[in-house]
């Protein structure tokens, strides 16, 4: 019997390995490289050609949809802020002459071209306004016209300024810097790589996908490969380049898919066109012909992508799990057995979804009922009805979501030998 006909016998007709991973083929095998020991097997070499596939006409997009950083600021932006101390407190009447009160301050400016200098702010009517004590530090908004717009500013003019808010930056820092202290110390390696993947993603969002939209670019285009990018990103940090993986991808862009077809036919049903929003105020107030439907759309895409990873990730990693211990189990079976699993998590997902936005709209829920108004006109009314749809549509995709990829994975990963599958880390929870 030759090499040939002995490496033949060597593998089941359906091209999986059934040498054991302890043998010294087998941690041949194990040791190889993920894409190299795909590359070996048809499954393997189909699973990288629709990833590839993916990511190629990603960076396309990207490349293409590339903001230029030419979008000025229109008059309805918000303006940087400076830092304050309230050093007085008081009330005062409204104008001259009038008798309603307002909540008044006296603060010193902490930093920039006024800083030493004190201002006095009105706050609004007492019993509305924000209550402040001296001490407290604040943000405030430099309202005076800015010497590069052209508009002539009077000698000795007073510097104006408007309260922004409380200064609660070194909190909210405080409150991540936590977060990622925890996550490193409990997820170790895995955990840095995780973080990095958020920040690349969070980086991605802010640099590219908003300057795109800006730009005039299509929306929900813009917010389907922001996605895709994303997941690219942070699907390779977290979980590394591995036939789980992989297949995840593949999963995860179908869902994708499913969840914009979904988000723009039923905000058209809807009439859910975004005028009412505070970007409609923003477009309002500075001209911009901004596609504001879409923009909604791709908020949608874009809020669905995390749990839709967690999904599908966990699902495909469900998969490689069974054939590792059962090799034997073909790809209908292994979709059985996984989708069982699966059912069980998206329960706990769905809820966990739901009850996340309606923590969310529950101040304006409460103001809805102190107004003796019914649940349906409540919804009826927009910043209800657009997080009510988001909801709706983002778990109609997660369901989806289950039986696709786990149809997918059941394909792709089942067909696999177990040794190209590697150790069954790929997933945390």
């Known amino acids: 019997m030759d090499d040939h006909e002995h490496h033949d016998h060597g593998r089941h007709e359906d091209g999986r390995d059934p040498r054991p991973p302890g043998t010294s083929e087998g941690r041949r095998d194990a040791a190889a490289p993920a894409a190299a020991r795909l590359r070996d097997h048809p499954a393997g070499r189909l ?12 960076l396309v997009g990207l490349v293409v949809l590339w903001p230029s950083g030419d979008h000025d600021p229109g008059p309805g932006t918000q303006r940087p802020t400076v830092a304050a101390t309230v050093v007085e407190a008081r009330a005062a009447p409204c104008a001259e002459g009038s008798s309603q009160r ?48 052209g508009v002539p500013v009077e000698p000795g003019t007073e510097p104006v300024y408007a309260y922004s808010g409380v200064d609660r930056r070194i909190p909210l820092v405080a409150l991540m810097a936590g977060f990622a202290l925890l996550g490193l110390l409990v997820a170790r390696g895995r955990g840095l790589l995780a973080l990095l993947g958020t920040g690349a993603s969070l980086a991605l969002v802010v640099l590219w996908l908003v300057p795109s939209i800006l730009d ?49 036919l039923w905000l058209g049903l809807s009439g859910l066109d975004g ?56 790809a209908g079976e292994l979709y059985r057995e996984a989708f069982v699993v699966g059912r069980d998590h ?49 778990s109609i995709a997660l369901l989806l979501s289950v039986p696709l990829s786990t149809l997918l994975a059941a394909i792709l990963v089942g067909r696999l030998p177990a040794a190209t599958l590697g150790d069954g880390h790929a997933h945390h929870h």
């Not at 699973?47 to 990603?58: F, R």
């Not at 936005?357 to 009314?381: H, K």
């Open 102 to 149: 307002c909540a008044t301050v006296v603060a010193t400016v902490d930093e920039g071209r006024d800083d030493g200098r004190r201002v006095t702010i009105v706050l609004g009517p007492e019993g509305v306004a924000p209550s402040l004590d001296p001490g407290d530090a604040i943000r405030l908004s430099d309202q005076s016209p800015d010497p590069a717009s």
């Open 47 to 58: 699973l990288l050609g629709v990833v590839a596939l993916v990511g190629v006409l990603t």
């Open 275 to 330: 005028t009412d929003s505070e970007l409609g105020s923003f477009a309002l107030q500075s001209g911009e012909a901004l596609p504001l439907q879409g923009i909604l759309l791709a908020g949608m895409v874009i809020g669905a992508l995390g749990v839709l990873t967690d999904t599908v990730v966990s699902q495909v990693s469900t998969v490689a799990a069974l054939h590792r211990t059962a090799p034997h189990l073909g």
């Open 216 to 264: 005039g670019h299509p929306p929900l285009l813009v917010a389907v490969v922001g996605a895709l990018a994303v997941m690219f990103v942070t699907t390779a940090l977290t979980y590394g380049v591995t036939a789980q993986s992989l297949a995840a991808v593949a999963g995860i862009g179908v869902s994708l898919s499913v969840a914009a077809l979904l988000g723009g």
């Open 346 to 394: 998206l329960a706990a997902t769905i809820h966990t979804l739901v009850l996340a936005y309606a923590g969310a709209t529950l101040p304006l829920l409460l103001v809805a009922s102190a107004n003796d108004v019914t649940f349906l006109d409540a919804v009826n009314d927009t910043t209800l009805a657009e997080p009510i749809v988001s909801t709706l549509v983002g």
